[in-house]
């Protein structure tokens, strides 16, 4: 149980390294209030010592703040960690409450903040086995299930494209037995998204078996993915494009249409998460074993799980920053 998160504040002579037990979901609400509060947000944590890094299985967010720099690097939270449009928005508006900083995505997500403070990335790397999906491409059992959208140029130059359940690991790392298994009556010559599902896909990939390029993009963390995909494809070419899905539509020139984002509704929806009330996990973990020992049970707590510490902003200030950030971001609009 639990969101965890590695929260680092970058110093002249190094780094402090702080772990959170419950944040990771919560932390784009967390850090979105600037420097001064992300900050304080921070050291209000658990430091732990510089051996504690977590791994790219257990870390489920992170952020690294280097004041010096005026840079924020971060990953966590739900819709922002796995919808592109929603988490584009969540970090313009983010950028007028920040000013003058850099804020950057962790699209490695505990790679990206480790090798930051110059930690290699073998210290963070699990070497995880994946669980594979099936090795064909057929669509999910209900419209509104697609993840990715899998698009392939075959050597007779004909190009299909294939909506799946699923993101792109549990594919790509069967390696060409995807090809060997691929159904070309599953494929579409054109597809457009708003007919399946309201739902935006949270990843893509490309294949041209002609020259042996692959391209991917994804919304999700994916630690060491192009070396991964390297070792499986070994004499293809692997193209990462991060988040930007418009490279695939560029490949397809016009044969694939993603959802067309209603701004307005998302800001709504962001306002919305923004002013909710902080949850406590720690007195949700009392209840739990108050009720339990209460049955007769005995009951064990890992020390981690009280490792949180809620930072108390008053509602006030948080729709004051609020007010600002839609303001500037309104006026940029126009």
């Known amino acids: 149980m639990g969101q965890r998160a590695n929260l680092v504040i970058v110093k002249q002579d190094g780094y402090d390294l702080y772990y959170n037990h419950w944040c990771a979901n919560t932390l784009p609400s967390d850090l979105f209030w600037g420097p001064e509060h992300a900050i304080s947000f921070i050291q209000a944590q658990k430091k732990v010592d510089q051996t504690d890094w977590l791994d790219d299985i257990w870390a489920e967010g992170g952020a690294v703040i280097d004041e010096a720099k005026k840079l924020l690097l971060f990953y966590g939270g739900e819709d922002v960690q796995s919808n592109i449009p929603y988490r584009r928005l969540f970090l313009e508006l983010m950028q007028r409450v920040w000013g003058d900083w850099e804020i950057h995505w962790a699209h490695e997500g505990i790679v990206d903040l480790a090798e930051y403070v110059g930690v ?50 549990g594919y790509l790392l069967h390696g060409p037995e995807l090809l060997q298994n691929c159904n070309k009556s599953f494929g579409y010559k054109q597809f457009h998204m708003e007919e399946w599902a309201s739902d935006f896909p949270s990843s893509g990939f490309h294949l041209d078996i002609k020259n042996k390029q692959i391209e991917i993009w994804y919304a999700e963390v994916f630690s060491n993915i192009v070396q991964r995909l390297q070792e499986k494809w070994q004499d293809w070419k692997v193209i990462d494009h991060l988040d930007r899905y418009e490279a695939q539509i560029e490949i397809l020139r016009g044969r694939l249409q993603f959802q067309t984002e209603d701004s307005s509704k998302r800001l709504l929806e962001i306002k919305a998460s923004l002013l909710r009330s902080p949850t406590n996990p720690l007195g949700t973990i009392s209840t739990l074993v108050t009720r339990l020992q209460k049955d007769g049970k005995e009951v064990k707590v890992s020390p981690y799980a009280y490792m949180h510490e809620n930072y108390g902003m008053p509602k006030t200030i948080r729709e004051d920053i609020i007010r600002y950030a839609f303001s500037m971001f309104e006026n940029n609009e126009k």
């Open 120 to 169: 290699s990335r073998d210290k963070v790397l699990s070497g995880k086995d994946d669980d594979l999906a099936n090795v064909n491409l057929r669509p999910p059992g209900a419209m509104d299930w697609i993840d990715t959208i899998a698009s392939i140029k075959f050597e007779d130059e004909e190009t299909l494209i294939f909506p799946l359940d699923g993101g792109i690991e």
